[in-house]
């Protein structure tokens, strides 16, 4: 059973405020990620990490960026909401090595900028 | 660049046999995933191929040809609780083993 965790589930926020998207893992993972996906739409990666002090910019561009302090914590952060930023935001991690590199994914926060 | 192509919407009825196909192209080719996700819910891993051939896990089977791009998902004596959407994703190694992702196939399963 993965345990890879996000919070909050659900968010409706006005445009313009600031926002942290939480996302944590207890399998001691190094690599970390964070996907977008709209409804009916691929997932598309915006961020990812491989270890403490590592972020990268993912394939999809986003206005959010990524901190990686700890291991096991992973957050994003939107400076200012917009409703172009309404989207699903999924977490992920894996085992860092090998070219086996199942991803346990997050339960997802649901964004709604109005 | 890369391009995953998969059926946007399959039906099936339960105890029935249904078969997802997938085609890709890619370059740092490393693998392909099967992931299962439920309307609201996150993915979880069901299958991974990185050699060509047939791997059967349970009720579900995933197949890869890398010469072709191709690969399929195989889901028998299919159960009301298999609808949900099914994810192909590619493997690629550019220096950090990422994943691509289709659009999925939702799959309805009807008594």
């Known amino acids: 059973e993965a345990d890879i965790y996000q919070t909050p589930r659900y968010l409706v926020i006005g445009t313009g405020k600031k926002i942290t998207l939480e996302c944590s893992q207890t399998m001691g993972h190094d690599k970390m990620y964070w996907y977008q996906q709209d409804p009916g739409m691929e997932l598309h990666l915006i961020h990812y990490s491989y270890g403490v002090n590592s972020t990268e910019k993912g394939d999809l561009s986003s206005e959010s960026t990524v901190s990686r302090i700890r291991t096991e914590h992973f957050p994003l952060t939107l400076e200012s909401a917009r409703p172009s930023h309404t989207s699903q935001y999924l977490c992920?991690?894996?085992?860092?090595?090998?070219?086996?590199?199942?991803?346990?994914f997050g339960p997802g926060t649901r964004l709604t900028v109005l | 660049g890369q391009n995953i192509d998969q059926p946007t919407e399959m039906t099936a009825t339960e105890g029935a046999i249904v078969q997802i196909n997938c085609t890709y192209q890619?370059?740092?080719?490393?693998?392909l995933f099967w992931y299962q996700q439920h309307a609201g819910e996150a993915p979880t891993f069901l299958s991974y191929?990185?050699?060509?051939g047939l791997e059967e896990k349970g009720r579900f089977s995933s197949f890869l040809s890398r010469s072709k791009g191709y690969s399929y998902l195989l889901l028998k004596e299919l159960q009301m609780k298999d609808s949900a959407s099914y994810l192909c994703?590619?493997?690629?190694?550019?220096?950090?083993?990422?994943?691509?992702f289709g659009t999925g196939t939702r799959l309805l399963v009807s008594p």
């Open positions: 992920a991690s894996s085992e860092r090595g090998g070219p086996y590199n199942e991803q346990f």
């Open positions: 191929n990185v050699l060509d």
């Open positions: 890619t370059s740092g080719f490393n693998g």
């Open positions: 994703a590619v493997g690629r190694n550019t220096g950090f083993q990422k994943l691509v």
